[in-house]
Nanobody
Framework: QVQLVESGGGLVQAGGSLRLSCAASGRTFTWDTMAWFRQAPGKEREFVAA????????YYADSVKGRFTISRDNAKNTVYLQMNSLKPEDTAVYYC?????????????????WGQGTQVTVSS
């Protein structure tokens, strides 16, 4: 059974940092494109960042570019999201997602597997 489990969320003051982790199990995710999405209350799920299977290509939403960094460790079947200079508008539930193949998308429906999410709250 494929499973993605996020961790690392919490409460942080504006300007602070958090590092999210997503541990994958059930099969090898080495060849998958991995991504992070987020969903704030009353809003649609939105793309945050994506990374190709070898980590050589990364993609970011304009709202997080320069502040967030996505990375992966295929030996550990884990993807990370380093979040710096956090803002109150970054408050949301953050979800890890995966899809087979090298193409990346900023649309949630293109991803096959999802984690349960981890809450990130940034206070002003």
């Amino acid at each position: 059974q494929v499973q993605l489990v996020e961790s690392g969320g919490g409460l942080v003051q504006a300007g602070g940092s958090l590092r999210l982790s997503c541990a994958a199990s059930g099969r090898t995710f080495t060849w998958d494109t991995m991504a992070w999405f987020r969903q704030a209350p009353g809003k649609e799920r939105e793309f945050v960042a994506a990374i190709t299977w070898n980590g050589r290509s990364t993609y970011y939403a304009d709202s997080v570019k320069g502040r967030f960094t996505i990375s992966r460790d295929n030996a550990k079947n884990t993807v990370y999201l380093q979040m710096n200079s956090l803002k109150p508008e970054d408050t949301a539930v953050y979800y890890c997602a995966s899809k087979s193949g090298s193409s990346w998308y900023d649309v949630a429906t293109r991803y096959d597997h999802w984690g349960q999410g981890t809450q990130v709250t940034v206070s002003s």
